[in-house]
Each structure stands twice: as structure tokens, then as C-alpha cells.
């Protein structure tokens, strides 16, 4: 199994529900934890990655901040549309520092990946990094 930033697979965000110019939503696949992604403040928030190709993927690494629930969906198509869910994760919630989550797809194979952070544990909630084991 090989963790990849998904910069590194060519992956991109292609939409986001919320963006700010400081914190805008490509933060996501940087690979770097010093920089993020923050909605701006309802919920459900969501983010879609695209990747270059259709990819096998075993597991996702969400690094977070006040993220509570998330539903992770996908699909294998050219366009952004029509997915289909595959896990829901509860966080734990951290003071201070990074939440880390590993989260198993079961070797899914994706063109796109949905993320909806359907709750927080504040009004804002922050996404720093997302990469998957292939």
C-alpha cells in the first residue's frame, strides 16, 4: 500500500461549497498541514477531488480541525455527478491539535471523491490535508 498526496496523482478540487481567498480550497491537496481549507460556518460543507485518472483507492487520510461527521462518497465518471456513498466517520474531538483520521474505501475505485462534512464542533471547521493509500 502506497500513501500519496494527491497532488502527486494529479488530483484537484474542483468544487467547493465555501472558499476563502486565504484559505482557499486547493489548500486541500498541497499535501502540507500548515495549510488548509475553511468553511464558512453551515452545514453540510462539501468538497469534490477529481483524479487525472480512475483510481483504486484502500484508504483516505483526512487531517482536520472541529470536523464531527463526515460522509464520504464517489463515482467513476467523467463528470462531477451521481455518487455513491461509501462510509460515514464520527471524529473525536481534539484541543489543540490536528484530527488525523484513516478512514477505509476497501479498495474503491474512483474518478471523484466526494467529502461532506455533514457536522462540527464549531461554527467553522477546517480541512488541512487529504491523501490516500492505493
Known amino acids: 500500500?502506497?500513501?500519496?498526496s494527491l497532488a502527486s496523482l494529479?488530483?484537484?478540487?474542483?468544487?467547493?461549497?465555501?472558499?476563502?481567498?486565504?484559505?482557499?480550497?486547493?489548500?486541500?491537496?498541497?499535501?502540507n498541514t500548515n495549510t488548509f481549507w475553511m468553511s464558512t460556518g453551515m452545514f453540510p460543507q462539501e468538497f469534490i477531488i477529481?483524479?487525472?485518472?480512475?483510481?483504486?483507492?484502500?484508504?483516505v487520510t483526512v487531517d482536520s480541525y472541529n470536523v464531527?461527521?463526515?460522509?464520504?462518497?464517489?463515482?467513476?465518471?467523467?463528470?462531477?455527478?451521481?455518487?455513491?456513498?461509501?462510509?460515514e466517520k464520527e471524529f473525536e474531538?481534539?484541543?489543540?491539535?490536528?484530527?488525523?483520521?484513516?478512514?477505509?474505501?476497501?479498495g474503491s475505485s474512483a474518478s471523484?471523491?466526494?467529502?461532506?462534512i455533514t457536522s462540527g464542533y464549531d461554527h467553522f471547521a477546517s480541512v488541512h490535508r487529504v491523501s490516500v493509500q492505493h
Open 10 to 31: 494529479g488530483a484537484k478540487v474542483v468544487v467547493a461549497s465555501s472558499s476563502d481567498e486565504n484559505h482557499p480550497p486547493e489548500n486541500i491537496t498541497d499535501g
Open 112 to 116: 471523484h471523491l466526494r467529502l461532506i
Open 68 to 87: 464531527k461527521h463526515l460522509k464520504i462518497e464517489k463515482n467513476t465518471s467523467q463528470n462531477a455527478s451521481q455518487f455513491e456513498s461509501i462510509t
Open 1 to 4: 500500500m502506497i500513501e500519496s
Open 93 to 106: 474531538q481534539t484541543e489543540g491539535h490536528l484530527q488525523s483520521n484513516a478512514i477505509s474505501l476497501n
Open 50 to 59: 477529481r483524479f487525472a485518472e480512475p483510481t483504486d483507492i484502500s484508504a
